[in-house]
């Protein structure tokens, strides 16, 4: 029987739009770049992905794959603020299926209680497939990148 694994990072890249653009914007903007979240991989956000990677001394290609997102991710939990939560959020957003915005979790950059009563839901969906997956219903490396690369959704 072979176990599930989280899905890999994705390679996001200049003319990307869409997930995961916006959790990645948002990101940034957590680290102090000030991109605008518009979902568009375009020139400031490539810039800014450049430099990014430039300080943390990863390789200078405007791609975002496996090390510049485990060097991008902000560990956040209840009781969190800020352009990381909204990057949380926004996943949730982008999951949300019900057709209605009203619905679900709000991007608001606050980790209350419905956040993080949709990531221990995600969690639990998670552990589920992939009993190493912790519900903690604080949103860490493997949960982030549970949340980037795609997974339930649908």
Same mark, same amino acid.
């Given at each position: 029987?072979?176990?599930?694994?989280?899905?890999?990072?994705?390679?996001?890249?200049?003319?990307?739009?869409?997930?995961?653009?916006?959790?990645?914007?948002?990101?940034?903007?957590?680290?102090?770049?000030? /991109?605008? &979240?518009?979902? *568009? $991989?375009? !020139?400031?956000?490539?810039? +800014? @992905? =450049?430099?990014? %990677? #430039?300080?943390?001394?990863?390789?200078?290609?405007?791609?975002?794959?496996?090390?510049?997102?485990?060097?991008?991710?902000?560990?956040?939990?209840?009781?969190?603020?800020?352009?990381?939560?909204?990057?949380?959020?926004?996943?949730?957003?982008?999951?949300?299926?019900?057709?209605?915005?009203?619905?679900? /979790?709000? &991007?608001?950059? *606050? $980790?209350? !209680?419905?956040?993080?009563? +949709? @990531? =221990?839901?995600? %969690? #639990?969906?998670?552990?589920?497939?992939?009993?190493?997956?912790?519900?903690?219903?604080?949103?860490?490396?493997?949960?982030?990148?549970?949340?980037?690369?795609?997974?339930?959704?649908?």
């Amino acid at each position: 029987m072979t176990t599930a694994t989280i899905s890999p990072w994705p390679l996001v890249r200049k003319g990307d739009q869409h997930h995961p653009v916006e959790t990645l914007q948002h990101l940034l903007r957590a680290r102090s770049h000030n /991109v605008t &979240v518009d979902g *568009i $991989f375009g !020139p400031g956000t490539d810039a +800014a @992905v =450049r430099a990014f %990677q #430039q300080q943390k001394g990863l390789a200078v290609d405007g791609i975002v794959g496996p090390a510049t997102w485990s060097a991008l991710i902000i560990t956040v939990r209840q009781g969190s603020q800020g352009d990381a939560v909204r990057g949380v959020q926004e996943e949730f957003r982008f999951r949300n299926l019900s057709g209605n915005p009203g619905q679900g /979790v709000q &991007v608001d950059g *606050i $980790f209350g !209680p419905k956040t993080e009563a +949709a @990531v =221990r839901g995600f %969690q #639990q969906a998670l552990h589920q497939e992939i009993p190493s997956v912790t519900i903690d219903g604080g949103v860490g490396p493997v949960t982030w990148q549970a949340l980037v690369s795609g997974m339930l959704s649908f």
